[in-house]
């Protein structure tokens, strides 16, 4: 169903339809356009670019290209071309920046030295700079221009692809602990690589160049001096620097955790601060949240202290090696060793010379974040999934919707087991209900038939093919699956009905609807079925939100069904839908009902009572009654409940 562009089918529209046709064809939610803005919106619409579906083919097996391991090496040559545009501007910055101090020196030398007087040296040394200023300015554009859009696609198809693999995983990755560090994989790490990517490597390639520029320069002017800079000066800065880069590494990680610390126990206050205050724990809390905030202030300090160890430090070693070359070489100049000009540019050079290294230790951290997140995000697409479709796997054709358990043992933990020697067999068209205690596998089954998991031993088949041997999207294809609680997703409702077929016209979605009986509350809706669904459809009920997934699965028409029964207490009168509905989702398909109400159970072909992980029983409500087993124990307390119940509403 489409935003934009009338996709409901214009003006005409269904009985169940609200709203008018501009307000639906705009996919506005509200009641509409104003007739005086028509004509501005039709304008705007006929801007609009066609943004067609992209040409993506999603498989179930990752292709060799993906499966390459992710590099910060491959991730750059991604986009050789802006790579390369990227690195010759890289080089151009770092030459022709250190231009100034060698012309500088030629304008002293050659055009306001005693007896080399020239205005017109000077005038061209000035213009010369001018356009190094110039050039190098526009090549800093260009750079950050082009390495902001490599860093972006970059950025982007990485994205794309964690976000794939994702939905390739199997279900068991998807445990509740996991959607946290998922979600900091796709934010912090992808942030950090997109920071040293677009600006991090770069100043770190032209600090470096620069120093590799000006080093070579300092030999060119003058051996004695740059030898003395190089030999005396540089090991006593690269040593301090070495030394603040592994302390403030430490102090880093120091705070890092603190800050972690202060929130996960400001977040567990704030969360539990009714048991807190129930308890009296106040106060309790009040000091461990001093220890915290404590150490983070600690570790604040331990890096403040560095700092101002660092900083100043490396500007005394540059002042110091500064006074004794000035020492040196005002002298050389007095001895008519070494030029006025030369001795100027030298100091220029020697300025510029300190500052890179300052720079390329604070890169460091940057380049060092980066990697780490490479190495999280190439962990994360490394691993498997633990439902792999076989590589000789077949299309299952359309299916008659048999389905036997051969067998079964399965565990989530294979050293736990969760279903032992499960056999069963569903009739094509048959409707089974699964019966039993909490924790006892009923949802474990169904989840076997839909293959979001594989049975440790045994087979589960489907038609006589095992679940392994054929496609999952094929298999899927015919599986429709309403989960206890629907999840509705962003977008209108009709969005929400065709799931999972998108490309459903109006006319078979409207008949989904009348199917399940979900006339009535459509037509409630402002917008019918173009009304936006909010934040997962909380301002819907879930009686409604529960016919809304039935319509889905209709709409779908899977051969195979499993529903798995809402818990939740649902009004009578929505009950009462809900069952009817039921009834003709189940006719003429085979169906898996995982029951929480006898009333359920009770209409199902066969009831199998499930208990720790076996099947204690099989058979019809009444034969199952008749046998005085374990479902006529249960049948009997319901009743008994029911009765009670009954009784109390006629006497209230
Ligand atoms: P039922 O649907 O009958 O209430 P389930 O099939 O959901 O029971 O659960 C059967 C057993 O498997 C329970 O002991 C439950 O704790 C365990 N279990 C369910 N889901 C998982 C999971 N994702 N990981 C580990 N154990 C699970």
Known sequence: MAWGGGGMGGGGGGPIMGGNAAGRGAGLPF????????????????????????????????????????????????????????????????????????LTEIAINDGMSPGHKSML????VAVVYLVAVLVTSVSQRAQVRATGRLAAWVMNDLRVKVFTHLQRLSLDFFTEEKAGVLMSRMTSDIENLQQLLQDGLWQFAIQGLTMVVITVILFLTNVRLAFITVVLILPVLILISLWFRRSSERGYDRVRDGIANVLADLSESLHGVRIVTAHNRQRHNIVHHRNVVGEYRDANNYTAQINAVYGPGTQLIGVLGQAALLAIGGNMVLHHQLSLG??????????????????????????????????????????????????????LGNIRGAISFDHVDFGYDPAVPVLEDVNLRIAPGETVAFVGPTGAGKSTMAKLVTRFYDPTSGRVLIDGFDLREVTLHSLRRQLGVVPQEPFLFAGTVGDNISFARPDATTAEIEEAVVAVGLTEVIERLGDGLDTVVHERGQSLSSGERQLIALARAFLAHPRVLVLDEATSNLDLQSETKIEAALDV??????????AHRLSTAMRADRIVVVDEGRIVEIGSHAELVAAGGRYAEMYATWERQADLEGHRAITR
């Not at 040296?121 to 061209?124: D, E, F, I, K, L």
């Not at 498997?384 to 590589?391: F, G, L, R």
């Not at 189940?586 to 995982?594: F, G, M, Q, Y």
């Open 121 to 124: 040296v000077v005038a061209v």
């Open 585 to 594: 989702l189940l006719e003429n398909r085979t169906a898996v009902l995982i």
């Open 342 to 395: 030369a001795l100027v540019a030298f100091f220029l050079y020697l300025n510029r010379f300190f500052q890179p290294i300052q720079l390329l230790v604070q890169q460091y951290n940057t380049y060092q974040q980066g990697q780490a997140s490479v190495a999280k995000l190439r962990q994360l697409l490394d691993t498997e999934p633990s439902v792999m479709e076989s590589a000789d796997a077949v299309e």
């Open 31 to 102: 009641g509409g356009i104003p007739s005086e803005l028509q004509d501005g919106v039709d304008t705007l619409l006929a801007d609009e670019p066609v943004h067609p579906d992209p040409d993506l083919a999603f498989s179930q097996r990752s292709s060799d290209q993906e499966r390459k391991r992710l590099t910060l090496t491959r991730l750059l040559t991604e986009y050789p071309r802006t790579l390369i545009w990227a690195s010759i501007l890289v080089v151009v910055i770092s030459i022709v920046a250190q231009l100034g101090p060698k």
